[in-house]
């Protein structure tokens, strides 16, 4: 298929959902014309047609949070199309990550049974978040705020510490305690992603790009 094959509606638009390549989060619903998908993907960034402005506009271009697009697919009516991207900050002109943060309903059972499906995806962003927010808040007695307050020597101390429990566990073949000791890890890594005022996006499209890189040659 080409992009010629592209339906758009009678105003020459056509719905572009925006999910995250790394965690299948949907981060927002905007519009293409065939000018900004040829140039989505001339440039490998997201261009959408702004409906209110009535011109296009390139996502990022005064924020820096810009998208590189992975993929771009359509359904299969080819009416609508899904851009998979590894975003460079939130998507959303309120700062968040996502456009759809707000929660109209919720069947607790069924966000039950999946919860296992769909955390494991979003659990790192959420967790950036709110290490994020404890950096900038300090709230007190929290430990978070305990290791800021202390320090990158602190901090990479008890990353030392982690480590070590992550080598001790799976030489003893503990599962259990393999489990645990790696979510510490990765907690405090991320403490000290954050101290860096790195993102952990960028350590994703690292992975991405080698894994890309591996595809290719394979």
Known sequence: MTIESIKYDEKG?????????????????????????????????????????????????????????????????????VVLVLPNGPACHKGTTSCFEETLYEEKSAIDEVEGDIQPAEILTKLEELIKEREETRPEGAYTTYLFEKGVDKILKKVGEEASEVIIAAKNRDKEELKWETADLLYH?????????????????????????KSKQE
């Open 13 to 81: 638009l056509v719905p572009a959902i925006v999910q995250d390549a790394s965690t299948k989060e949907v981060l927002t619903l905007a519009y293409m014309n065939e000018e900004s998908l040829k140039k989505s993907i001339e440039t490998g960034e997201t261009w959408f047609f702004s409906r209110s402005r009535q011109e296009l506009w390139h996502k990022g271009e005064t924020s820096g949070n810009t998208q590189r697009i992975i993929q771009i697919k359509y359904d299969c009516d080819q009416d609508a199309l």
């Open 189 to 213: 890594v991320m403490v000290l992603l954050r101290e860096q005022d790195l993102a952990f996006d960028e350590v994703l499209k690292v992975l991405a790009k080698r894994h890309e890189e």
